[in-house]
């Protein structure tokens, strides 16, 4: 088929008229709105100038989550009173494999939110390599300053219904936002329970029952060597620079810790309440203290900044909101908690690169600035696949009833993100050598999960 020639200004209207009947279709939804919209804007050309592709609908069909299951997640407070919290699984889109993405429990989670990410995560899938389908669930539930009891309690029974929906070749949850070790220990052993079979339906377990070594780590991890990566590309590295980041969960902490071992200085870490920031630097054991105090003692922030003199705390601030000087800014909290009006103020004070290691937390307006202002930019959908990828390498160790040593699957995650970047490279590379981190995910996970609904034919 030849190619029609098409101009920018057509490949805009193209994209207003499809978002248009998405959020018709969508109503109420501004977050999934805001996601698709970033990737139809990076692939509307290819679309246009391919007609195999506009003919099979295929934006219009990859939007479409292929099932969702809403439920009732009915449980009991360590008081004896009597709880309701609604449970989702989206299963977005499964044609490169089984279903694959985390649960999230917080209050914030509903049906928009969870689109969005489970329409992310199926293109982060097909950037791995991995045959992995795309899916995302959770709860409105919030187990911050809930009893482990009371958080056995919800987990099973939100297992109770979810179990139906999920197995080791139909769809394998894991971890994200309030969904950690304690809680996939929960998860698992009810439906180990129910099932009464050993699988890999969940991955993110412990390595004392079958999870992966480097699991906890790998988004961290991934996003500090995506980092790494970027600055390569553009003839620098990481070793000596000041790195920002946000959050002090799961994804934060190792981020921080790889940051550190690269020779790169960590000035800002937060939580919900307020921004730590530590000029010093938060060096090794700094982080193993501020592990100690989110993970086991489930504290706050602010405590480590009681305990360093240099240290201040921000309440109400994060480290965006207040322009925090840094060379690299890494965003590993939640959804749009940088703006517009940040992304400026960042880049006055000097921001070179921002690489998502929280899923979409740039908000559009800051994309667009960073971009504008030639800041590099590294879109979750590459630089936070390596969770998912060694959950991957989890299912596979599991599937063959073998256990990797760490060093495997460190080596494993380092190829899986090269193979990430090179994709982003080759896809985002503009006439200029600068490269468009952003278009690139998009256009070459949109690529991996086209071709392969279009070999399907039209289910
Ligand atoms: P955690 O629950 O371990 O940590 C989240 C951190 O972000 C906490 O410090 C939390 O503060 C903070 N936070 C959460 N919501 C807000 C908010 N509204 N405003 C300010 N701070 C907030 O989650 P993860 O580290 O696992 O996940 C973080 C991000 O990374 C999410 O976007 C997730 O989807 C993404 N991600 C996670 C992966 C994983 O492997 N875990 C894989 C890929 C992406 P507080 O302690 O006060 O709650």
């Known amino acids: 088929m030849a190619k029609q020639s098409y101009t920018r200004r057509d490949a805009a209207r193209a994209v207003e008229a499809f978002m248009q009947r998405l959020v018709q279709r969508n109503p109420g939804e501004p977050e999934f709105h805001q996601a698709v919209r970033d990737v139809a804007a990076s692939v509307a050309p290819h679309i246009l100038a391919n007609e195999e592709l506009r003919s099979a609908r295929i934006l219009e069909r990859m939007t479409e989550p292929e099932r969702i299951v809403i439920f009732r997640v009915p449980w009991e407070t360590d008081d004896g009173e009597v709880r309701t919290n609604r449970g989702w699984r989206v299963q977005f889109n499964g044609a490169l494999g089984a ?57 099973q029974s939100f297992m109770i219904e979810l179990r139906r929906h999920i ?38 377990k412990g390595e004392a ?27 620098d590295g ?28 960590v000035v800002t870490m937060s939580d919900s309440d307020g921004f730590v920031h530590d000029p010093d630097g938060f060096d090794r054991d700094k982080i193993e203290r501020v592990k100690d105090l989110k993970q086991r003692r489930r504290g706050r922030i602010e405590e480590h900044a009681k305990k360093h003199r240099k240290a201040t705390f921000t309440r109400g601030e994060s480290p965006w909101s207040a322009a925090v000087e840094c060379d690299v800014a890494l965003p590993c909290a939640t959804q749009n908690e ?95 050598k600068h490269v468009d981190y952003v278009r690139g995910a998009n256009l070459a996970g949109f690529k991996l999960v086209a071709a392969a609904m279009l070999a399907q034919g039209i289910v």
């Open 99 to 155: 279903y694959k993405g985390g649960l999230r429990f917080h209050p914030t989670v509903n049906q928009s939110v969870l689109k969005f990410l489970g329409f992310e995560q199926t293109l982060k899938n097909a950037l791995t390599g991995l045959p992995m389908g795309g899916a995302k669930g959770g709860a409105d539930f919030d187990p911050k300053g809930r009893s482990d009891r009371e958080v056995m309690r919800f987990c």
């Open 167 to 204: 197995g080791e070749d139909t769809d394998v949850p894991a971890g994200d936002i309030g969904v950690g070790d304690r809680e996939i220990g929960y998860l698992f052993g009810m439906l180990r329970r129910i099932e009464n079979r050993f699988t890999g339906a969940i991955t993110g």
């Open 209 to 235: 029952y079958s999870g992966s070594p480097l699991r906890a780590e790998a988004t961290g991890y991934g996003c500090v060597l995506f980092a790494e990566m970027m600055l390569t590309e553009s003839g």
């Open 238 to 265: 990481l070793r000596g620079k000041r790195i920002a980041i946000s959050g002090s969960g799961n994804v934060a902490l190792f981020a921080a810790e790889k940051a550190t071992e690269l020779g790169a200085t």
């Open 338 to 432: 940088l703006s517009g009006a940040h992304a400026k103020r960042m880049i006055k004070a000097g921001v070179r690169a921002v690489v998502e290691g929280a899923n979409m937390p740039c908000e559009h307006d800051a994309i667009e600035a960073f971009r504008a202002g030639r800041v590099l930019v590294g879109p979750a959908k590459a630089a936070n696949a390596g969770g998912v990828a060694v959950s991957g390498l989890e299912r596979a160790q599991n599937a063959s009833h073998t256990l990797w040593d760490r060093d495997t699957v460190e080596r494993r995650l380092e190829e899986i993100m090269r193979h990430i970047h090179d994709q982003c490279v080759r896809d985002g590379r503009g006439r200029e």
